[in-house]
């Protein structure tokens, strides 16, 4: 219950899996008064990042079922949701999701970027790919970073 549940409840109240952009920002900032208009902005640009919405000629269309999430009585989400997430969280994020200890984690992450010279977003990859895990999508943008 965070960031994707901030980003779907617009489309929930709309009933849909595709908003005009301005209709976002307005449910987040003025309907909801969970965010300002500035920061319900940055929520999209969080959210393309993460791969929760795409946007294209004004209009926001989620990438998952808005009919998935249900948003509680009283959530008002954390400011925190607005902070871009850095390939290495987002890899780590997914590694523990999958039922290996972070603290285990990060440290045969520490041990790939030492041993073999490589930045940690290429070790946390090269790690989690070594587990079994799907991390193309972080592999596509580390990529594009390069």
């Given amino acids: 219950m965070s960031l994707r549940t901030a980003v779907a409840a617009p489309f929930v109240q709309a009933g849909s899996d595709q908003l ?3 209709d976002f920002v ?17 929520l999209i640009d969080v959210a393309e990042g993460e791969g929760l919405l795409t946007a294209s000629d004004g209009t926001l269309k989620l990438t998952f079922e808005s009919a998935s999430v249900t948003i509680p009585d009283g959530y008002q989400p954390d400011e925190s949701i607005l902070r871009k997430r850095s390939t290495f969280e987002r890899v780590l994020d ?9 603290q285990q984690a990060v440290a045969a992450i520490n041990g ?4 073999l010279g ?3 977003e290429t070790a946390a990859i090269l790690y989690a790919r ?17």
Avoid: C, M, N, Y
């Fill in 130 to 146: 070594r587990q079994g895990i799907d991390v193309d999508e972080a592999i596509d943008r580390t990529l594009e970073a390069l």
């Fill in 112 to 115: 790939l970027q030492s041993d």
């Fill in 20 to 22: 005009p952009r301005s």
């Fill in 118 to 120: 490589v930045t940690l």
């Fill in 94 to 102: 997914t590694v523990v999701a999958e039922g290996t200890d972070k």
């Fill in 26 to 42: 307005v449910d987040l900032s003025l309907d909801r008064d969970w965010f300002s208009p500035e920061q319900a902005k940055r």
